[in-house]
């Protein structure tokens, strides 16, 4: 480990970091544009020269190794000068709109030239001006601003793995540009955060609200399953916008453009007060008491097992625990959280989680997707998958529907059969996940969602220990099993057993119940994305926040509050418990699920048994203690699970045709559909075109 001398201070550094990370492990600040933590260096914006004893220069400390007895000098009277210089050339084109910059306030370039820079230029010829690039519907281009520090090009390469971004010609001329094409990624919001100036901003974002203005509210993501951690900015009762917030075992400083820019959907097509369905067949608005006297004289007149509910995609662990207390209170049996009816699920908590872990992912050598695209699923979990292909080439094997994957798979065939060679050795990829000291196997939640679901866990599970994934005993340093849950409440679902209880029908017994007029009562918290038409003539209680698909079949709506108003609990896909936290309040009469629960209970007679939140959370932890370790990952116990038959031969199917909308949320979101007209019919026409 090299030592080095820094404005007098001795320092040992661990080997093969840079000047400039030694400087900030000793504790002194280094202004840099064009070097990000998680970029290769570029070496381009020369902000970061720093004076180095025995150099005839000023060295760029970002671009420099530490050395065993370097003597560096971060403040010395050459190093001010150089900075200033530098500062005062960057700003020779830069166009002078602070006042009308969406940056404005947040900008390193702001801040270093308040804190580096001359307080006037000496040059006074004409500035350049660089004309806007179109780079999608998400990405607002001002390149006037752009001081070519790379930053965007190499996140586009490196990151997201679109190689749709470049630089263009040479000295003055020089420009980034895509060729006048949207960027086609699930990341291209991050190019706006690591722009260290105005050029990229937030086109949805444009002109509405400086930073001082907004409340920030740290929170996490529902719009899949990887639990993103969020900073939600609000003003006046309304989301303006969501940032990533750090967590290096989830998801960096990485969010994709669903969860950062679907929130403008949060504002439209919201249930905010409660409706009764009239005798003409309209809904009609009602006052709550209306709404649970409807549901009460319906519960009174039908019996448990002529009941049923059913938990959707984005519902809180809070309010999914209180309708089971509130249904099995009743005697109701037929619970599902379940919605695209996968078969997984009562079995043990490593039969249903990531176990590797997101951040595990770092350290697999092999990985093999089963009937998945975690490119749209888990944008961040792909994210992590790129990053440890991009440092070691490891072989990534794919059976399913070929995708993009932004890194290089081996297509290994289109659905079981492909899986039984692989399980019979026959072929060559199961010799490379057998040579791997950890290969990992993910399969996609929609492979549990057919008919021999159970059977196919059970093939997969072996598969995974006879190419030693996985210990025969529980696993303590390994488990490569992994299952790629795509809905935010599934995890949280299964682990308080919102499931069928003794006698109790799963999802797909409960449609065939309402077809056949063996169901009378269906309770939809949530659930959008199941076939409507099969409810046939039951009675549906929707409670949601949204005017979705269950809302237009409902006779009685509950409105509800969405995941950035309330305190909620989160378990992500690795089963790491999270915490949502209140950033607005909901809008006209909504009210937190959980408390119309708690409210309807007593109505009814069957009275839960909590007041507040705190009481929700301790029941909880005793229905199941996961819920106490919050934000923790603890290897779970490994064990025989799944069924033992033949899985059908049929290809597995990817259960996203369109990343953008994926929830009533994100369909709600007129951003979300420019992005659709952008990037998705485009391919499904030429898709059709070539089909037809």
């Known amino acids: 480990m090299p030592k080095l001398t820094i404005n007098g201070r001795e320092i040992e550094v661990p080997a093969g970091v840079t000047v400039l990370q030694a400087c900030e492990l000793a504790g002194f600040e280094i202004p840099r544009f064009c070097y990000h933590e998680r970029l290769s260096i570029a070496g381009n914006c020369r902000m970061c020269l720093v004076e180095m004893e025995k150099a005839p220069k000023p060295i760029a400390s970002c671009a420099m190794p530490a050395g065993d007895g370097m003597v560096i000098h971060t403040d010395s009277e050459k190093v001010e000068k150089a900075r200033k210089g530098v500062m005062e050339f960057l700003l020779i084109n830069h166009p002078l709109d602070c006042p009308i910059c969406d940056q404005g306030g947040e900008c390193d370039l702001q801040d270093q030239a308040m804190a580096y820079g001359y307080d006037r ?255 749209w699923e888990a944008a961040m979990i792909n994210a992590r998958l790129r990053k440890r292909f991009l440092q070691t080439a490891m072989p990534v094997g794919v059976i399913g529907e070929p995708v993009d994957l932004t890194y290089e798979t081996q297509y290994l065939g289109a659905g079981p059969d492909s899986l039984k060679e692989l399980a019979e050795g026959k072929s060559e990829f199961a010799e490379v996940l057998k040579q791997a000291e950890r290969p990992m196997v993910i399969a996609g939640s929609a492979v549990f969602a057919r008919p021999d679901g159970e059977a196919l866990l059970g093939t997969i599970r072996r598969l995974a220990e006879a190419v030693g994934a996985v210990g025969k005993e529980a696993p303590e340093d390994w488990n490569g099993f992994n299952v790629l849950q795509r809905a935010a409440s599934r995890v949280g679902g299964l682990d308080l057993g919102f499931l069928p209880q003794e006698g109790g029908r799963d999802l797909e017994g409960i449609l065939q119940g309402c077809e056949a007029g063996e169901i009378d009562l269906v309770w939809l918290h949530g659930a959008d994305e199941i076939d409507m038409k099969r409810l046939g003539n039951a009675f549906v209680v929707y409670q949601g926040h949204h005017g979705d698909a269950g809302a237009h079949r409902a006779d009685v709506i509950l409105p509800g509050a969405a995941y950035t108003e309330k305190n909620a609990t989160y378990v992500n896909t690795e089963g790491r418990v999270q915490l949502g936290r209140l950033s607005v309040f909901p809008p006209g009469d909504a009210r937190e699920d959980w408390t119309i629960l708690r409210a309807l209970s007593e109505i009814v007679g069957e009275t839960l048994p909590y007041d507040n939140l705190g009481e929700v959370r301790q029941r909880m932890i005793e229905t199941n203690p996961v819920f106490a370790a919050v934000d923790q990952v603890t290897p779970e116990k490994w064990s025989g699970f799944g069924g033992r038959g033949k899985p059908d031969s049929a290809p597995f199917v990817l259960p996203i045709d369109n990343f953008y909308m994926t929830d009533p949320i994100s369909r709600a979101s007129k951003t979300m559909a420019e992005c659709t007209e952008a990037f998705i019919l485009p391919k499904q026409d030429k898709a059709a075109a070539t089909a037809g």
């Open 121 to 375: 230029s000496r040059y006074e010829e004409n500035k350049r001006a660089v004309p806007e690039k179109y780079m999608g519907p998400l990405i607002k281009t001002i390149m006037t601003r752009c001081i070519q520090c790379t930053r965007c090009v190499r996140f586009a390469t490196e990151v997201a793995g679109v190689e749709e971004m470049g630089m263009l010609n040479r000295g003055e001329d020089a420009e980034i540009t895509t060729l006048e094409k949207a960027i086609d990624s699930e990341l291209s919001g991050n190019l706006v955060d690591i722009c260290p100036v105005g050029a990229l901003t937030s086109a949805p974002y444009q002109f509405a609200a400086r930073p001082w203005e907004l409340k920030k509210t740290m929170s996490v993501d529902v719009m899949d399953a990887v639990g993103s951690n969020i900073r939600v900015d609000s003003r006046s009762g309304r989301v303006m916008r969501v940032l990533p917030r750090l967590h290096e075992d989830i998801n960096e400083e990485w969010i994709n453009d669903k969860t950062r820019h679907a929130c403008d959907g949060l504002a439209r097509q919201r249930l905010d007060r409660p409706y009764v369905r009239g005798e003409d067949g309209k809904l009609k608005p009602a006052r709550w008491e209306q709404a649970f006297s409807a549901i009460q004289s319906r519960l009174k007149g039908t019996s448990p097992e002529r009941m049923a509910a059913i938990a959707g995609d984005l519902c809180d662990a809070e309010s999914m625990l209180a309708l089971k207390d509130f249904m099995t209170g009743l005697g109701v049996p037929n619970l599902d959280c379940r919605q695209d009816g996968s078969r997984i699920g009562g079995g043990p908590r490593a039969s249903y989680v990531f176990n590797t872990s997101i951040a595990g992912i770092e350290q697999a050598d092999a990985v093999l997707i089963i009937g998945s695209n975690p490119r």
